[in-house]
Each structure stands twice: as structure tokens, then as C-alpha cells.
């Protein structure tokens, strides 16, 4: 019959006994309790029915020869495997020993000679019922398992994809150090960093409710929009707009990303952070001094668009300074005893840091120690950043590399931005991505956005704006440069930049001419061209020296508000 509800139909019941009167009367019991008897004269008879027949239950003497019970329940049960084929000896023997050692060679129970009919039945019920209820465990463990696999399986196809968009970028960066352990496949934790166009650094560190798929779902979008817009120029305020904006869509309610934003420019020594919802940040100045970065914001994907806050702490910073960020990870790490790390611990490891840059290495050092495995901790993310200038030639951001043979080569654009625009919108993103089309050019992204910016800079703040590039040597001068920026950006009226960019191929490369023109009044171009290091100048300092660096020619028309820069550039 078939086994599916074997509690509703017949057994096969193996019986092992040398004595054919109890073997007979066992098999009657059994026959009349509606079950089938199999019947085996000594133990070895017992194992080769048991292989034949695959009895549910097995009723086994002690003594027998040949081989006895205890022998005989051994190989039934090495034979069973992950089966459960119940055993019950039968035995008039009362020794306790003898009794016990019945049980460690695989008997589960006892029934005394001689038999009772009423006992017999109610333990082959019960033994029946274990042995379905095993059976059911057995079949859920074994779907649970071949669920599991396939779901690790689909992890790592999705993880694949993960690390394909949320990928390293610049986190081999001779100037950054990092820790990031997982306790999944997915890690709550998020870091990126990517290099921008213009020089230094973009560096995206978060923490989203929860870790695994769910947290990994929420990194993807992340990556992809920190990675593409910083890859394309655009500046921390414009990256966090977009991200925030994003998973404020995406996110279901209650799920949201502590996150802190840093923009690094290490040629001006310059640090801007933004802290929504991570543990405090420090600055490890040369000195000794320990500047505190709060958080001054809510998490991203928290507050509607029109509600969020982009507004960044700006720090000058000294070379060799170090900055130190960590997810809630670091503090909370705890120990064999269950105790955490906690802040005071990591004050005390700070303090005791002799020079900045052994701040890593002294931090990630009395966290193993006290926490023992860090291997054991979730979503365990710090990295330290020294202010110090590193070659970024040999490594752009993902997303400019030489990865396409096809695109524009040969074009014309015309751009033109007017009044309030100046004021609400920066274009420098959209034109690189212009001139970025151009196969081969993408790895010079550098030194085009560098021309870029510093022609819409000029044009912007000296020739529209009039505000003199001499307040910014101090302190004091820069801050009220950018205040008064602020509040003639407002008061602009019939003002325009335009740009027209032409490409033109070469045999080994191309030439990119920008020509930047500002309806402002203009300036003394000559008298620039002759003391381009004199401070009074408006092209004067760093932006002159950089356009005629990076270009084959820099020439002033007009009045001196419309510049033509001519850059000529090789695959080599």
C-alpha cells in the first residue's frame, strides 16, 4: 500500500526472533492490528529482509544467533541512513547494563515477553507517528535547502551585478585607507570614492537600515548616481541632491541611508562635509588639534527635495591633515563579553596618536584588539583620508575610461546661459559630457574640465560679477568674496555667457577649441599677458597659469571678454 498516510493503512513490520512461537504470535498481533509481518529467524536474516522488504518498523530479539540484536540493530540503522526506522528489542532481560547498551547500539524502546497486545499496538502507533513526523522535518529541511542554495545563487548573481556598478573606484588611492566587513553577502555599509574632473576627490560613506539584499537594493542607485555625476563634474551639493531625491522614490517608509559626503581638493587644501546621520567625524590636524564633523542633517531618502539641505561644512585643512569617518560599526563592536568599544574608547585611541597619519592603524588596532575577530562584526566601515596631493593620472573615475572606439569627432556647439541662470545653474557637467563624446578625449577629462572651469569661473566672477581675485589671500577675504558673490548673483540682469566649443580630428588625436564670451566690460588683456603673476590682475595667479599650461594657445579678443583656448591632444 501506498505510504503517503501510512497511519490509515499497513506497516511492514520487521520480526527478528529465533523462537518460532513468539515469532508466530508477534506476526498474529501485528496481522490483526491490519499491518504486514516480514519474519526473520536470527540477525543476519533480519539485515537481508530489512534491504529487501524496507520495513517501517523492526521488532528485534536480543539473543539470537548468528548474529544478535545488537549487532543486527547497527547495520539497520547504518543502513536507514537519515532515515528513521524505529527499533524496538524484544527481551525478558531486566540488567540495567544490558538494557542501556541495547539503546547505544541503535534500539530506540523495549518490549517484555511476554507481549501484551494492548502495548504493542500503542507503541507501534507512536513509533509510526515519530517516524512520519521525522519524515515531514526531513522533506521541510530539504526544501529549505534546495531554497536556500538557490537563493545564495541568486545572491551572488545579483552581487555580481552590484560590484559591477558599485565597484571600487578610487578607493586604491595612495591617500586613503579603508576597512569595510560585511557580515553578509550584502553589507548595510556603503563606500565609494571616485575621482572628479577638475582634480581631488569624491568619497561617499553610508549606512543603510538593515544589511543584505535589502541595504544593497538601496546602494545600487547610489553608486550608479554618485559615480556617473562625479565622473561628469558635478559638485557634492548637485551628487546629494540627486541621491537623496532618488531613494527618497525608491525607499520604502522607514528605510533610509546615514550618510556623510566629503569633497576633497587637495590643491587648495579644502575639505567640504556633509554629515547626515554618522557618528561624529575628526579631523587629525599636524599639531595635535582634533577638529569634531557633526551631523547636521537628517539621513538621505528622509526629507522631500524642496525640504533637504546641502549645506557643507567647508574646512581648510593643512597638508598631512588626516580625516577619519566611520559608520556606527566602530562603536559599536563589541567584545566576548558583550560590552561595546564606545566612543570614549576611540577619543582615548585618538589622543593617543602621535602623528596623523597613525590614525588607521591605531584605531583599527584597539578595535581588534578589544573586539578580538573583527571578522565578526556587521557592517564595520571606517577610512581615513590624508590631505595630500596623489597622482590621478594613472587612475580616473569609472565611467571616463577609454571603453568606447565610437562617437563624435567631428562638431560644433554653441551654449549660452543668461541672468538668473548664472546664479542657479552650473553647466560645466553638461558641457565635459560634450566634449567627453569624443573617443580617445575621455582620458584628458582632467585638463578639459580644468579649461572648462576656469574660463567660466573667469567670466563669471571677474568679468560679469567684478569681483577682484585679491580678496581671496586671506582668510578674512575669502569669506566676504563669496558672500558678496552670492548677493551679486541675485541682482544680475541682461548678462550671458556663451561657449562654442568646435572638435576637429587629427591623425593621432584631435583639437578641442573653447571660446568662452561674457558680456562684461572687459579688462586690460595686454597688461595681463605681460605680469601674468601680478595679483592685481583679473587672469592673474593659478587660472592663467593653468590655460596656458594645459593649451596650445590662450588668446584674448575684444575688450578681453571673449577668450579662445586651443587644445590639441594625442591617444599617446
Not at 28 to 54: N, S, T
Not at 167 to 182: I, Q
Not at 490 to 516: A, K, M, N, W, Y
Request: charged letters at 25%; proline letters at 4%.
Amino acid at each position: 500500500m501506498d505510504d503517503a498516510f501510512p497511519e490509515q493503512g499497513s506497516l511492514r513490520i520487521l520480526i527478528a526472533d529465533d523462537s518460532d512461537t513468539d515469532r508466530l504470535i508477534l506476526s498474529k498481533l501485528v496481522e490483526r492490528q491490519g499491518h504486514k509481518p516480514i519474519g526473520a529467524a536470527d540477525g543476519d536474516e533480519a539485515v537481508a529482509l530489512f534491504c529487501k522488504h524496507d520495513p517501517h518498523i523492526v521488532l528485534l530479539d536480543l539473543i539470537m544467533p548468528r548474529m544478535d540484536g545488537m549487532e543486527a540493530a547497527r547495520q539497520i540503522k547504518m543502513l536507514a541512513g537519515e532515515n528513521l526506522v524505529p527499533v524496538i528489542f524484544l527481551t525478558s532481560i531486566s540488567d540495567a547494563r544490558t538494557l542501556a547498551k541495547c539503546l547505544e547500539s541503535g534500539g530506540d524502546d523495549f518490549l517484555s515477553k511476554p507481549y501484551n497486545r494492548v502495548i504493542l499496538e500503542a507503541k507501534i502507533n507512536a513509533f509510526n507517528r515519530m517516524r512520519l513526523m521525522h519524515r515531514t522535518l526531513t522533506q521541510q529541511r530539504d526544501l529549505i535547502r534546495n531554497r536556500n542554495r538557490k537563493l545564495l545563487q541568486e545572491q551572488e548573481v545579483a552581487k555580481r551585478v552590484f560590484d559591477n556598478v558599485a565597484h571600487t573606484g578610487s578607493l586604491n588611492a595612495e591617500n586613503l585607507r579603508y576597512h569595510a566587513s560585511p557580515l553578509s553577502i550584502f553589507n548595510g555599509d556603503v563606500l565609494f570614492a571616485c575621482r572628479r574632473p577638475s582634480g581631488g576627490m569624491h568619497i561617499l560613506v553610508g549606512d543603510f537600515t538593515g544589511h543584505g539584499l535589502p541595504a544593497a537594493i538601496g546602494a545600487m542607485p547610489v553608486a550608479e548616481i554618485f559615480y556617473g555625476m562625479t565622473s561628469k563634474g558635478f559638485g557634492c551639493e548637485d551628487v546629494l541632491r540627486e541621491i537623496n531625491q532618488k531613494l527618497k522614490r525608491i525607499l520604502p517608509v522607514g528605510m533610509f541611508c546615514c550618510a556623510a559626503f566629503i569633497q576633497a581638493d587637495f590643491s587648495i587644501n579644502q575639505l567640504r562635509v556633509w554629515n547626515g546621520g554618522l557618528p561624529n567625524g575628526y579631523l587629525i590636524r599636524g599639531d595635535g588639534r582634533r577638529e569634531v564633523l557633526r551631523s547636521r542633517h537628517l539621513p538621505l531618502g528622509v526629507l522631500s527635495p524642496e525640504r533637504f539641505s546641502v549645506d557643507a561644512e567647508v574646512i581648510s585643512t593643512d597638508p598631512g591633515d588626516v580625516l577619519l569617518v566611520a559608520t556606527d560599526g566602530i562603536v559599536e563592536a563589541e567584545n566576548a563579553e558583550g560590552d561595546m568599544f564606545g566612543e570614549e574608547r576611540l577619543l582615548a585611541t585618538l589622543d593617543s596618536v602621535m602623528a596623523p597619519r597613525q590614525v588607521f592603524d591605531a584605531v583599527m588596532g584597539a578595535v581588534g584588539r578589544f573586539a578580538s575577530d573583527l571578522r565578526t562584526q556587521d557592517d564595520l566601515t571606517v577610512f581615513a583620508l590624508e590631505m595630500t596631493e596623489t597622482d590621478e593620472s594613472s587612475e580616473m573615475s569609472a565611467g571616463l575610461t577609454l571603453s568606447a572606439v565610437s562617437g563624435a569627432t567631428e562638431w560644433l556647439c554653441h551654449y549660452e546661459l543668461s541672468d538668473q541662470t548664472l546664479g542657479q545653474f552650473n553647466p560645466l557637467p553638461l558641457l565635459l559630457h560634450i566634449c567627453m563624446e569624443v573617443p580617445g578625449l575621455r582620458h584628458r577629462s582632467g585638463e578639459v574640465h580644468t579649461l572648462l572651469s576656469e574660463l567660466y569661473t573667469n567670466a563669471l566672477e571677474h568679468g560679469i560679477l567684478k569681483l577682484p581675485s585679491e580678496w581671496k589671500n586671506t582668510p578674512e577675504g575669502f569669506g566676504r568674496y563669496y558672500a558678496e558673490r552670492a548677493r551679486r548673483l541675485e541682482r544680475i540682469r541682461g548678462q550671458s555667457i556663451r561657449f562654442t566649443l568646435r572638435h576637429s580630428p587629427s591623425r593621432d588625436g584631435g583639437r578641442l577649441v573653447i571660446e568662452c564670451h561674457d558680456t562684461g566690460e572687459g579688462f586690460d588683456y595686454q597688461a595681463v599677458l605681460q605680469h601674468d603673476h601680478d595679483p592685481q590682475c583679473r587672469y592673474a595667479g593659478r587660472g592663467l597659469v593653468l590655460l596656458r599650461q594645459l593649451s596650445h594657445s590662450l588668446t584674448f579678443h575684444g575688450n578681453g571678454n571673449r577668450v579662445e583656448v586651443v587644445y590639441d591632444w594625442s591617444f599617446t
